[in-house]
């Protein structure tokens, strides 16, 4: 069956998504515009997430961004603009990735019967990838 | 075309330096022009462009689709 043809809430079916963010193109945003632009993407908790003892860490930086545009991807609108400061990637005790929908998004996510939205992010020398998957709530 | 429309055109060719010029009516989305990531950068360069603050809760895709767009309505122009 192609994917097209398969309804958003058929049984069974999750919409996943994907993103890949370059460490290099975040590197020139921080280098052009200076580390609170990155406020604009990222809350100021997810910020302070992102640093350790040597500072700013630009491959966690690009995780949260990944994982927020995975997260993103999941809920399937077309022409909607990322909200990005109402997707927050919360670090878990254990070490993975929780995603808390406020606002825009989590109006997006109740409209189509999401309710929740799990993330897990990998990064490597000068790429950072996340993965999302809906938690669908009961069919309406 | 404006001054501010130029930097706007300007910005993104300098980004995508395999093309020489970007028509008014291109759609930049679709063309990949500027993608999700380069869009916060997109926003900031417009706000500093246009002098004023973009509300990002009322902002759309279709608003920033080609420059004619943009420049009608960022930059106060009408577009025949």
Same mark, same amino acid.
Request: avoid cysteine; proline fraction near 0%; charged fraction near 30%.
């Given at each position: 069956m192609a994917a097209g043809s398969v309804p958003a809430r058929a049984p069974g079916w999750a919409n996943l998504g994907m993103d890949i963010v370059s460490a290099a193109r975040v590197r020139q945003m921080v280098d052009e515009h200076?580390?609170?632009?990155l406020l604009r993407m990222l809350t100021e908790q997810e910020l302070a997430d992102c640093r350790t003892d040597e500072g700013l860490n630009l491959l966690t930086v690009c995780g949260r961004i990944a994982a927020k545009e995975a997260a993103f991807k999941? /809920? !399937?609108?077309?022409? !909607?603009? /990322?909200p990005w400061l109402d997707i927050e990637v919360h670090r878990a005790d254990g070490g993975w990735p929780l995603i808390e929908l406020h606002g825009r998004a989590a109006q997006l996510a109740q409209d189509a019967g999401i309710e929740g939205i799990t993330v897990s992010i990998s990064h490597d020398v000068d790429y950072a990838v996340a993965v999302g998957a809906p938690v669908l709530g009961p069919a309406i | 075309m404006s001054a501010e429309l130029q930097q706007v055109k300007t910005w993104i060719l300098k980004r995508h330096p395999e093309r020489q010029d970007i028509a008014g009516d291109l759609d930049l989305i679709e063309n990949r022009l500027i993608d999700s990531l380069s869009f916060v950068e997109f926003v900031f360069l417009l706000e500093q462009a246009s002098g004023r603050t973009i509300d990002m809760e009322s902002l759309e895709v279709d608003h920033l689709r080609t420059l004619n767009i943009i420049e009608a309505r960022f930059f106060g122009v009408t577009v025949h």
């Open positions: 200076g580390e609170s632009f999941t /809920l !399937r609108v077309a022409d !909607r603009i /990322l | -």
